[in-house]
């Protein structure tokens, strides 16, 4: 098949691409906690830091969590300080980043990769966490984490299946997944590595350093209270900058909480998403639980997956390397 | 080096455009890249010119493109209205199969001497691809709009140097013009002026948070939304050595934020000669306990606070009453001091 071919080439062309995969977590490791874009009341973190204690995890709380100017959880510098601080410290062999919100794509290009380059750790979570993801994918092929976060801990939701996936993620399990499928998917097995996340964010980021590479990946994204038209607008500029021409497969999340306009766009999210893509002959599964709600599993960026679409089940399993 | 960075860094301003063409043949350039400096420039209408009315976005009804029709006849001009006034597919003129033949007979009939577009909303991207342009670039027409029409202006600049008109559109057109106020109606006869071939001339009034200084290059701009949704594809601006303006509706603060960052990281405000920021108007307020706490002034201020060009705020181009009629792709001078900015047309 066509894009196995691709695959198979692009390995002959380069061999010797090579995938950085921080350490993955022990008992007694330390996980930093920071706010890189909105605000975040401790209270509303307590959970998360409690279970992750529970799980055996030792915290570090950085100072932007709690803080607060105006909208963000602190000035520009602040929290660029504070995420540098979280990076450049060995002890900490993770950083979750307690939300999302609007702010990374302020301070990433401030951000001194140096240090982490040499010594990767795990970056966790999602949302506008997509522009972290996308640019460490991009420009240094290290591998991150999008994954639930501190939100996704309280009420009790701790235990269910998403967020206890961040865990086995963190102690280096292989992830397996899988859910029912959907009447657009288009079926087929491929492997490849997994890139993506927020839709909004994949699109602001294209033209700039930190744009997502898609050619031979399974790309996945997801969003949450847009506008259908919009939806349809940022599936079009992904394609106009053919980020979906050489897809091994596409993975779409759950696209929640749609809005639309007084004159109705006249077709639902997935319908918009199955008319951008009817072209292409790659796997593509839809309603894949990644999303802005509950259903939300950790999905390693960077690592390599089997995406399988059949008729009833899609399954993601994570591979060697 | 970028080749396209490396022209525009060899050529200082105010060189005249044949000997730079020279330059560039010299340099090797394809045609695609010679749009900063040589701008292709329609033919001006002359009284009897015909008028297409289309629409490549939203739906309008055949009613409400009555006020313009009749103010096009009062300015000489015959109107032919396409097939998509008056179409629909839910918030579609008609859809993407109608809307670029309409458009693509309009760019095509030597009968039809500009082309405006009856509204915006959304779809000009879903059918941008499908046009072609080949009869169009040879006997090029002003296309006159905004908003979504944004995609066109953006289009023709970036793949063709062909100038277009960023103005009001038929929805804009009042239907009793004793109650529009003065600067919509000066905003409107705009229009005709950039059609007739006046050289243009625009003043905004002073701004403390204005940066004064003066620039000259090649405007190019529009909605910041579609600017954004046009980045990394084939219809991205290259801003490098012009005056951009930006004008938004409808948006979060936060959004607005993120658009403006959006530019400078992707290289677009480095290298301006002049920034105009236009209305921004209609803001969506922010959810409550997410205020974005700062206005546009303080959002642009901070973004470009590295670079040396002159920045004017509150320029009357947006999705509000005075939004006058821009040449896109044509030269024009900058001057921001104390007392305003006058924007003017260079020939």
New interface residues.
């Given amino acids: 098949m066509h894009f196995k071919r691709n695959t198979v080439r692009e390995q002959i062309k380069n061999p010797n691409i090579m995938i950085i995969i921080p350490p993955y977590l022990k008992a007694g490791d330390t996980i930093g906690i920071v706010c890189p874009a909105?605000?975040m009341p401790y209270e509303k973190a307590h959970t998360a830091i409690t279970v992750l204690q529970e799980w055996g995890f030792m915290t570090k709380t950085g100072s932007t969590l709690n803080g607060q100017?105006?909208?963000f959880s602190g000035t520009d510098e602040e929290r660029l300080n504070d995420f540098q601080k979280m990076m450049d410290d060995d002890s900490v062999k993770a950083i979750l980043c307690a939300r999302g919100?609007?702010g990374v794509?302020?301070i990433?290009?401030q951000i001194n990769f140096k240090n982490f380059k040499t010594n990767p750790k795990w970056i966790v979570g999602f949302s506008d966490i997509t522009i972290l993801h996308s640019h460490i994918f991009s420009k240094y092929r290290i591998a991150s984490m999008h994954a639930p976060m501190a939100a996704a801990f309280n009420n009790g939701e701790y235990k269910n299946n998403y967020v206890q996936s961040l865990h086995k993620s963190l102690l280096g399990e292989k992830m397996n997944y899988s859910c029912k499928s959907h009447v657009f998917n288009h079926s087929g097995s491929v492997t490849g590595r997994l890139v993506g996340g927020n839709l909004s964010l994949l699109?602001?980021?294209?033209?700039?350093?930190?744009?997502i590479k898609t050619k031979n990946k399974i790309l996945f994204i997801e969003d949450v209270g847009e506008y259908i038209?919009n939806i349809?607008?940022?599936m079009?500029?992904l394609k106009?900058?053919g980020k979906l021409d050489n897809l091994a497969g596409l993975i779409i999340g759950g696209f929640t909480q749609m809005r639309d306009?007084d004159?109705?766009?006249?077709?639902t999210v997935e319908e918009v998403i199955r008319d951008v893509i009817h072209e292409y002959d790659y796997p593509v599964c839809f309603n894949f639980p990644v999303s802005h709600e509950k259903e939300n599993y950790t999905l390693k960026v960077g690592l390599k997956y089997k995406l399988t679409v059949g008729k009833t089940r899609v399954e993601l399993l994570e591979k060697e390397g | 080096m970028n080749r396209k960075h490396f022209i525009s860094s060899i050529v200082p301003l105010g060189v005249s455009i044949s000997p730079v063409s020279q330059l560039i043949k010299k340099a090797g350039l394809k045609t695609g890249e010679l749009e900063i400096l040589s701008p292709k420039i329609p033919k001006y209408l002359q009284p009897g010119a015909t008028i297409g009315i289309t629409c490549p976005s939203g739906y309008i009804s055949v009613e409400d493109i009555q006020p313009a029709i009749l103010k096009l006849q009062s300015w000489g001009f015959a109107s032919t209205v396409g097939k998509t006034i008056g179409a629909r597919d839910f918030s579609f003129a008609g859809d993407d199969e109608l809307r670029t033949l309409d458009l693509q007979q309009m760019l095509d009939d030597d009968g039809i001497d500009a082309i405006l577009f009856a509204r915006g909303g959304y779809g000009a991207v879903r059918i941008i691809d499908r046009l072609d342009f080949t009869k169009f670039i040879k006997n090029p027409k002003w296309l006159v709009g905004f908003s979504d029409a944004t995609v066109f202006h953006a289009h023709l600049n970036r793949n063709f140097g062909i100038a277009s008109i960023h103005s009001k559109m038929c929805n804009s057109f009042p239907e009793d013009w004793t109650k529009a106020e003065p600067s919509q109606i000066d905003s409107i006869d705009s229009i005709r002026k950039c059609l007739v071939g006046d050289q243009m001339e625009y003043t905004a009034i002073p701004n403390e948070n204005n940066r004064t200084g003066k620039a000259e290059g090649i405007l190019i701009g529009g909605n910041l939304s579609i600017l954004q949704n046009l980045a990394g594809t084939q219809s991205d601006i290259n801003t490098a050595g012009k005056i951009l303006f930006v004008e938004e509706v409808e948006e979060y603060l936060y959004n607005v934020d993120r658009m403006l960052w959006n530019l400078n990281r992707s290289g677009k405000l480095e290298k301006l000669q002049g920034l105009i920021l236009g209305g921004f108007t209609k803001l969506k307020p922010d959810d409550p306990g997410e205020e974005f706490g700062r206005t546009i002034y303080e959002m642009v201020t901070r973004i470009v606070k590295d670079c040396a060009y002159p920045v004017c705020f509150d320029f009357p181009v947006g999705h509000q009453k005075n939004n006058y009629a821009l040449k896109c792709g044509m030269k024009h001078k900058l001057s921001v001091n104390l007392n305003g900015c006058i924007l003017k047309e260079t020939r």
């Fill in positions: 909105g605000v100017y105006h909208y919100g609007y794509g302020r990433i290009d699109a602001h980021l294209q033209g700039t350093v930190s744009e038209y349809d607008r940022m079009r500029q106009r900058g306009t004159i109705p766009f006249g077709q």
